[in-house]
């Protein structure tokens, strides 16, 4: 059995940083593509960043320049480094990984960007 955890959410005021982190545990064999997405009131979800196993990565322009996506695969875990925060960042923010061919989700983690 595959999970996925994540931490690192929280209120953050505008212009601030966070930084998010999802570890997967259980039965890992090879993991692939990692990558965050995140999901707003009333919106669907949506792709924030991807890696790859080979180090690609690939954004969302609404974030780019301000978010990283960067991994460990000593520690089977995926990072996003968040900066200049907006409010329009507020969502709940989903880890995903490609683990073993099957797809995983993390429980999600709520950021919220607010003076």
């Known amino acids: 059995q595959v999970r996925l955890v994540e931490s690192g959410g929280g209120l953050v005021q505008p212009g601030g940083s966070l930084r998010l982190s999802c570890a997967a545990s259980g039965s890992i064999g090879s993991i692939g593509t990692m990558g965050w997405y995140r999901q707003a009131p009333g919106k669907q979800r949506e792709l924030v960043a991807v890696?790859?196993?080979?180090?690609?990565?690939n954004y969302a322009d609404s974030v780019k320049g301000r978010f990283t996506i960067s991994r460990d695969n000593a520690k089977n875990t995926v990072y996003l480094e968040m900066n200049s925060l907006k409010p329009d960042d507020t969502a709940v923010y989903y880890c995903?990984?490609?683990?073993?061919?099957?797809?995983?989700w993390g429980q999600g983690t709520q950021v919220t960007v607010s003076s």
């Open positions: 890696i790859t196993r080979g180090d690609s990565t």
């Open positions: 995903n990984m490609w683990i073993s061919r099957g797809n995983y």
